[in-house]
């Protein structure tokens, strides 16, 4: 484990198991010196060279990043160990660091086995020695085994759930700014929308009809009438602010026209994203179209669109754009699963088709709006928009830019 990834109570807790290695092994040797035992200066330095070796593993990098290095440096430790339990029967109570030791280091297919030897032979010890034969002599090493078994397992358990959650946390969190970029966007898309189609509702429209206004009043003046050149430059003044007017319009329509026309927008619409294969078709003469109509017509057939992927289940479907002379049409038609119109404006949720949003926008717009289905057959959404005099759309503003 990365020491930069420890938390400050595991931080404590290796410390705690350096002091106890540390207290074990002074212990070992003091009761040593302490008894006077023949073996004294023996025991001392097997203790230290126990010491040694296993401070120099705690500061070895590769002992944290290897397998290998790891189980060298344990192989290595438990060698100095055993010669420490050759000269002195108090050794054995190394074997309960030893335990942590190998449970964190190796893997559980070997740790557990490496443990269980650890234990055999800190009995062994104990019993060659000379101690006398009591369960005591076996429970206590094989206890501390077991317990050491439990409480390393059960944190790398505990240790693997909390980084499955931290990672999700930082997934929910990530996906959460993700939605708050989203739902900026859609704002930012629906306001642009909307200050357009506002434009177009009323500066435009009005700077239109005072045009016409002034047009109409400048023929009913003599020619050489004194306000006639007022008349033509109010005029010349509505249709340059007119123009502008339009342009902020433009400026403000969906990024998916801003590059092409509606067809094409239309066209790029059904030709990727999944669900049913969708084919586009135009038909009349293309004539220009204001923003909003434009804006409105790629939006139903977007909505109807999503809707046909996500509801009816269909495997064909198809939008068609027709210019007809005084009108333009959109047909959306597919041969899904079809519904009850009566009943879509009482769905709730996603079940409502988005029918109401749909007729809004084109009553809003002076057009007509209709759906044909019936369950099992299929579904039929036909829009039809009166287009405007030609006055107030230029000819730039049309199916080109």
């Not at 330095?45 to 593993?57: H, T």
């Not at 030791?101 to 800190?122: E, I, K």
């Not at 123009?243 to 590059?259: C, G, K, M, N």
């Amino acid at each position: 484990m990365d020491p930069r990834a420890l938390t400050p109570a595991l931080l404590v807790l290796r410390l705690c198991l350096h002091l106890l290695m540390a207290g074990l092994l002074v212990l070992a040797a003091a009761r040593a010196v302490a008894g006077h035992a023949s073996n004294a200066p023996a025991v001392v330095a097997a203790a230290a060279v126990l010491g040694a070796v296993y401070a120099a593993g705690t500061v070895w990098p590769p002992v944290r990043t290897s397998r290998t290095a790891a189980a060298v440096w344990l192989g290595v430790l438990g060698l100095a160990w055993a010669g420490l339990l050759v000269l002195s029967p108090d050794g054995l109570w190394v074997a309960f660091p030893l335990y942590f030791l190998q449970l964190h280091l190796l893997p559980v297919r070997w740790s557990v086995p490496v443990v269980v030897v650890t234990a055999g032979a800190a009995i062994a010890a104990y019993v060659g020695h000379g101690a006398a034969l009591n369960p005591g002599a076996f429970i206590g090493p094989l206890l501390g085994a077991a317990v050491a078994v439990a409480t390393v397992l059960g944190y790398q358990v505990l240790y693997r759930e909390s980084e499955s959650r931290r990672r999700l946390i930082e997934e929910l969190i990530a996906t959460r700014a993700e939605l708050a970029d989203a739902e900026r966007t859609a704002g930012t898309l629906a306001e642009r929308e909307r200050l357009a189609r506002e434009i177009h509702d009323t500066l435009a429209q009005g700077l239109s009809s005072i045009q016409l206004l002034l047009r109409a009043a400048g023929r009913t003046l003599p020619a050489d009438a004194p306000a006639a050149a007022h008349i033509e430059q109010a005029r010349q003044a509505a249709q340059d602010n007119l123009a502008e007017a339009r342009r902020f319009v433009r400026a403000l329509s969906p990024p998916t026209l801003e590059h092409g026309s509606l067809a094409a927008a239309l066209d790029r619409l059904c030709a990727g994203g999944p669900g049913p294969r969708v084919r586009f078709s135009t038909s009349g003469t293309p004539v220009a179209l204001p923003t909003p109509y434009e804006v409105a017509l790629l939006r139903i057939a977007q909505s109807a669109l999503a809707n046909t992927v996500r509801h009816a289940g269909a495997s064909r479907a198809e939008i068609t754009l027709s210019f007809m002379g005084t009108a333009v049409a959109l047909d959306v038609v597919d041969d899904g699963s079809g519904f009850d119109p009566l009943l879509a404006g009482t769905a709730s949720g996603d079940g409502g088709f988005g029918l109401p949003a749909m007729r809004s926008r084109v009553e809003s717009l002076g057009g007509t709006f209709a759906v044909e289905s019936t369950p099992g057959q299929g579904t039929a959404v036909a829009v039809t928009l009166p287009l405007p005099d030609s006055e107030e759309v230029p000819a730039s503003e049309g199916v080109s830019r």
